[in-house]
Nanobody
Framework: QAHLQESGGASVQAGGSLRLSCEIS????????MGWFRQAEGKGREGVGT???????RYPASVKGRFTASKDNINHTLYLQMNNLQPEDSAMYFC??????????????????????????????WGEGTQVTVSS
């Protein structure tokens, strides 16, 4: 069974940076979509980045230019570099593994053409999350 484990969450001041890690200890299909999501207390889940098997990465406007997803194929680890963090970035951050089609659908979500609730089932494996807190 697939297993994902996030780490790297911390408390930082506004303007600071963090790098989240997502360790993958499972078989990964040749074609896949890895997603980064966050959920603030009392709010719905939000997608903040996706990357596919070819390294194609996409982001919503809210984090584009500040967040960068990358992967280390040797160590089976994904990363989310987050720069210029703001208080509104405070949330629990999750990584998730989904079908390759999920990355295409996520682009429509970033363009606000579909709801995230309709895409979530495409991501079958989720980590437990890591907390990011940004103070002003």
């Amino acid at each position: 069974q697939a297993h994902l484990q996030e780490s790297g969450g911390a408390s930082v001041q506004a303007g600071g940076s963090l790098r989240l890690s997502c360790e993958i200890s499972t078989y990964i299909p040749s074609r896949y979509c890895m997603g980064w999501f966050r959920q603030a207390e009392g709010k719905g889940r939000e997608g903040v980045g996706t990357s596919d098997q070819d390294g194609d990465t996409r982001y919503p406007a809210s984090v584009k230019g500040r967040f960068t997803a990358s992967k280390d194929n040797i160590n089976h680890t994904l990363y989310l570099q987050m720069n210029n963090l703001q208080p509104e970035d405070s949330a629990m951050y999750f990584c998730a593994l989904g079908s390759s089609a999920a990355c295409i659908t996520m682009q429509r979500y970033y363009a606000r053409r579909v709801r995230l609730e309709d895409i979530i089932p495409s991501f079958g494996v989720w980590g437990e999350g890591t907390q990011v807190t940004v103070s002003s």
